[in-house]
């Protein structure tokens, strides 16, 4: 019997959710606000409601200049390279299938540069399990007719946004340690908004449409996807193999189609079920655990 927690064990399929369901919620927040402008606000509203709880509990913060360096990089790399590229990318142009297929890779990377970088040794069926992964998540891009990659300058925030993600999860492996949520997701924000703020300022008009549809798209972003998703992703990380983690963004993809079709209108083709049969059956075998002997 499994010695894990019972949120451990739902944490993959409620990450997934979370995650997934944020690049559709994004993409309406993109219609009301510019990229920048949109992940300045988030993350500033996230640090607004983390403010009383860490004023009433008071958490234990990093100890040592190096502790508050490695969380701050964690959230440089996924808060600032990884949504900003994305958001940027999203913008400029490239499709939601282009940038879909060049961060797939994710898994590909850290399978890659795990066994040097955190000592984590990649199993034959779990390279299986990727490769399949991989074909499924690019079966349900191109059902959607969505991999046009619009410009270079999209395209290479996208690459950015790809080693971003990649660098952040396994800079975590290595080098993170187990700090309260509070602390670490108010320095990881804090490091976000410290980023966006200004370029959004020197580069856009930070206007916004307010209306009851982006307060919606607002409060999903910062509750959903900055608060329960990334500190879901960043536990998994610390506590289950950092290529099994990664092999769940195959699963984005799909998932992300799944809810475009009731958020956004976009149907989802019969071949793209096939996609995610494929993808879900290859993140399971890149997800299985080792027999306990």
Known sequence: MSNRPL????????????????????????????????????????????????????????RGWRAWADVALVGFLIQVCYFGLCYIAFKSGVSAGGVAIIVCLQPILVALIAPHFVAESVSPSAWAGLALGLAGAVIVILSRSAVEAGNSFGILCT??????????????????????????????????AAFCLPVAWATESLHIDWNLEFAGVLAYLVLGNSLLAMSLLLAMIRLGEVSRVSALFYLVPAFSALFAWPILGEAMPPLAWVGMALAGAGVAMASRRKPQV
């Open 7 to 62: 949120w451990l064990i739902a944490a993959p399929s409620v990450f997934l959710i979370l995650w997934s369901a944020g690049f559709a919620v994004a993409k309406l927040g993109l219609q009301h606000a510019n990229p920048m402008t949109l992940l300045a606000l988030r993350y500033v509203c996230v640090l607004v409601v983390l403010a009383p709880f860490a004023l009433v509990l008071r958490p234990p913060l990093p």
């Open 159 to 192: 690459i950015g946004a790809l080693f971003g993600i990649t660098g952040g999860t396994l800079y975590e492996k290595r080098f993170g340690v187990s700090h309260h949520p509070i602390a670490s997701n108010m320095i990881q924000y804090a490091v976000g």
